[in-house]
């Protein structure tokens, strides 16, 4: 405690210095409260971000399948006429079988 404050509250006894240190709580708790609503808004932000990031990579998941499927149509056209099977057929197929 600085010696002004020590100073002016001397006049007031006990009771001046249980005001003052009610005070210094009230205000160290209004603090903490508002870090605690920045904290919570914060997180509040994240969790929606983290919402939409999870929904674009599952609606690219979605896109890459339908894209990997119509590759393999293409690819399995084109093995039907020449009747084998090509470098992209066949890492295609490995690169399901690691996915799955």
Do not use: C, K, Y
């Not at 002004?4 to 005070?23: E, N, V």
């Not at 409260?33 to 990579?57: C, F």
């Not at 093995?79 to 992209?88: I, L, N, S, Y």
């Amino acid at each position: 405690m600085d010696p002004a404050t020590m100073t002016s509250l001397t006049p007031f006894g006990a009771a001046g210095l249980i005001a003052f240190l009610w005070l210094t709580e009230r205000r160290s708790a209004a603090e903490r409260e508002r870090q605690l609503t920045e904290a919570h808004e914060r997180l509040v932000r994240q969790r929606s971000e983290l919402t939409l990031l999870v929904d674009v990579v599952r609606e690219n998941t979605r896109a890459l399948t339908a894209l990997e499927g119509a590759l393999r149509g293409v690819l399995d056209r084109g093995r039907g006429r020449t009747g084998e099977r090509g470098a992209v057929a066949e890492a295609s197929d490995r690169a399901s079988e690691r996915a799955a």
